[in-house]
């Protein structure tokens, strides 16, 4: 565990050294705090444009950032030529690999943290329900993260930075869209098409079944098992994704 520790705090005092990262949270929290002015000209929708802007702020600022910082990984340490000296040591690349996944992780789980106190601060505030779906969709928003931080490791283990967020950015959008993707599949007549359909859901993150914000806006209930069932798909996908990540970096040349 010392290496991985090690390593993934390494990386989260790196992130927070980041102009980036500051600017991501200090934009978010604005833009929470600006929610008040929006309430100010709402009248019958209070409490649902509170959660809807609040949980819609938090993921857009968070999901930048995690694309953001998840990308550049490698390509940031060759430009700097660290990774020279990383490679270098006694560990493996895949514990490297690992560890910076962690320290990502950590960065956008603070961040995530001080907005979340912040969104809950601004309901108690205005004295708007807290329910069980606000959390879970917080919660949920969470898996969502480390789903696209893998898909950004993936990339960046044998691309450049700006490739590695362009895709991770597209599959964050297809992946919201694969099980609608698939239901219009499976109604095409032709079997080609329907093939096409099940082939892009089994292989896109389906990034739909972690979003509960709907939920939370409209008060509907979740259950248990369906929580557990969407984190355990989240995180046994994130690990086939950082599985594929570090055979790629192992196979990697730096000379």
Same mark, same amino acid.
Request: proline content about 2%.
């Given at each position: 565990?010392?290496?991985?520790?090690?390593?993934?705090?390494?990386?989260?005092?790196?992130?927070?050294?980041?102009?980036?990262?500051?600017?991501?949270?200090?934009?978010?929290?604005?833009?929470?705090?600006?929610?008040?002015?929006?309430?100010?000209?709402?009248?019958?929708?209070?409490?649902?444009?509170?959660?809807?802007?609040?949980?819609?702020?938090?993921?857009?600022?968070?999901?930048?950032?995690?694309?953001?910082?998840?990308?550049?990984?490698?390509?940031?340490?060759?430009?700097?030529?660290?990774?020279?000296?990383?490679?270098?040591?006694?560990?493996?690349?895949?514990?490297?690999?690992?560890?910076?996944?962690?320290?990502?992780?950590?960065?956008?789980?603070?961040?995530?943290?001080?907005?979340?106190?912040?969104?809950?601060?601004?309901?108690?505030?205005?004295?708007?329900?807290?329910?069980?779906?606000?959390?879970?969709?917080?919660?949920?928003?969470?898996?969502?993260?480390?789903?696209?931080?893998?898909?950004?490791?993936?990339?960046?283990?044998?691309?450049?930075?700006?490739?590695? $967020?362009?895709?991770?950015? *597209? +599959?964050?959008?297809?992946?919201? %869209? &694969?099980?609608?993707? =698939?239901? @219009? !599949?499976?109604?095409?007549?032709?079997?080609?098409?329907?093939?096409?359909?099940?082939?892009?859901?089994?292989?896109?993150?389906?990034?739909?079944?972690?979003?509960?914000?709907?939920? $939370?806006?409209?008060?509907? *209930? +979740?259950?248990?098992?369906?929580? %557990? &069932?969407?984190?355990? =798909?989240? @995180? !046994?996908?994130?690990?086939?994704?950082?599985?594929?990540?570090?055979?790629?970096?192992?196979?990697?040349?730096?000379?």
């Amino acid at each position: 565990m010392g290496p991985f520790v090690a390593l993934a705090l390494n990386g989260f005092r790196e992130a927070r050294r980041n102009r980036v990262t500051l600017l991501v949270g200090i934009f978010a929290l604005t833009l929470l705090m600006s929610t008040t002015l929006v309430l100010e000209v709402t009248v019958g929708t209070f409490d649902r444009v509170l959660t809807d802007v609040g949980l819609g702020t938090m993921n857009l600022m968070l999901v930048l950032l995690t694309i953001f910082l998840s990308s550049g990984l490698i390509s940031r340490e060759i430009e700097r030529r660290t990774i020279f000296l990383m490679v270098s040591k006694p560990i493996s690349r895949g514990t490297f690999l690992v560890g910076r996944l962690l320290g990502n992780i950590l960065t956008v789980t603070v961040l995530q943290l001080a907005m979340a106190a912040l969104f809950i601060l601004m309901l108690v505030l205005y004295k708007s329900p807290l329910t069980y779906a606000h959390l879970a969709a917080v919660g949920m928003q969470w898996f969502e993260l480390w789903v696209l931080s893998g898909v950004g490791f993936l990339m960046s283990s044998f691309s450049s930075q700006m490739v590695s $967020a362009f895709v991770t950015v *597209s +599959i964050y959008f297809a992946g919201h %869209l &694969s099980a609608d993707i =698939y239901s @219009l !599949a499976i109604k095409s007549q032709s079997e080609a098409v329907q093939a096409l359909g099940r082939a892009v859901y089994y292989l896109l993150p389906d990034l739909s079944r972690l979003n509960y914000r709907p939920h $939370a806006t409209y008060y509907a *209930s +979740i259950s248990g098992g369906e929580l %557990l &069932s969407s984190a355990v =798909y989240a @995180l !046994a996908y994130t690990g086939v994704l950082v599985s594929l990540a570090v055979i790629l970096f192992n196979r990697r040349d730096f000379r």
